[in-house]
């Protein structure tokens, strides 16, 4: 008599079993991180909500990879004449919104730094708190694209090529969503009194025209020795000398187990367009804003 086979496939309710579980596995992944989310909302807005505003304080805003380190480090050496290089710029200019969603920072630590405060923070206006004054720098969003791509490879394990980002971009679906709707949110407020918008290529090609409007706009005196000091220490190959104190991501990549690559990469313009096609390139420049479109569950993108 033959030994009966026994048969290696899963019988339906096996089966049935498995994909249930799958199911429930994929809702719980989704629970947590909406609860994980939920968590980092409520902690900004509580943070946001118990900061005392000064009148001197600055929020520094920007798309990332737009010239947000560049204009903090500017304003800390426009706010200190003579002082050693801090441990890191953060500990001077602290990210607003990550460090009061991940807990690092609170309301009552943003109270112990002494004025002006300078926060760094990638947020629309609207999500900033009244009653100070606001720098954002924009910059071509071709380069901002081609920065961001490199970053992305070298911080978050992104594998794609540079045509697979470029539809990420032109769809919104990166951490910060639309540039173009960032962008255009604070173009409207332009005009408002308390707000300045710095254009990252003039940072580069008229650094001293540029510090002195940011002098003239913040209301402070600061004499031609101090500004060209200014012009001096926030020139790229001076930054390049003392990266460690601007790799905001080092703390979180070292976290990560991952090795952190040059975040200041070339301090140069222009390279986009020669890193993407005509086509790609018409795709930017013909894209408009679809209109802000900004609630609370759109927070988690800004807050991680």
């Known amino acids: 008599m033959r030994p009966t086979k026994t048969s290696k496939t899963k019988d339906p309710v096996q089966r049935a079993a498995g994909r249930a579980l799958g199911v429930a596995s994929g809702a719980l992944d989704v629970a947590v991180r909406n609860l994980d989310n939920a968590r980092r909302i409520a902690k900004f807005l509580r943070g946001t909500m118990e900061l005392e505003v000064r009148q001197s304080d600055i929020f520094i805003s920007s798309y990332p990879r737009s010239g947000t380190t560049l204009t903090q480090w500017i304003v800390y050496l426009l706010a200190h004449e003579a002082q050693p290089d801090p441990m890191h710029l953060t ?3 602290p990210w607003f919104e990550r460090s009061l969603a ?9 109270d112990r730094f002494p004025s002006p405060r300078v926060f760094k923070s990638h947020l629309p206006r609207q999500w900033l708190p009244d009653g100070a004054r606001y720098i954002y ?18 911080y978050l394990g992104f594998e794609g090529s540079l045509d697979d980002f470029h539809q ?23 005009s408002d009194p308390d707000v300045l918008i710095v254009r990252y290529e003039d940072l580069l090609s008229d650094r001293k025209g540029s510090i002195e409007r940011i002098v003239e706009f913040l209301g402070w005196e600061r004499d031609e020795r101090w500004v060209d000091r200014v012009v001096s220490e926030s020139s790229f190959d001076a930054m390049k000398q003392r990266e460690s104190v601007f790799d905001h ?16 990469r070339t301090g140069q313009s222009g390279l986009g367009a020669d890193a993407l096609s005509d086509a790609q390139v018409r795709a930017i420049r013909e894209r408009r ?6 609630a609370i569950r759109g927070l988690p993108a800004f807050l991680q």
Request: zero cysteines.
């Open 137 to 154: 720098v924009e910059r071509d969003g071709l380069d901002v694209l081609l920065s961001y791509f490199h970053f992305y490879r070298d």
């Open 289 to 294: 804003s679809t209109g802000p479109r900004l």
């Open 91 to 93: 500990k001077v200019s």
């Open 102 to 110: 991940i807990g690092e920072l609170s309301a009552s630590d943003f």
């Open 168 to 190: 990420r971009f032109v769809d919104g679906r990166l951490q910060y969503g639309y540039w173009f709707d960032h962008v255009a949110g604070w173009r409207e407020r332009a």
């Open 249 to 264: 991501a080092t703390a979180v990549l070292l976290e990560r187990g991952v090795s952190p690559q040059s975040f200041l």
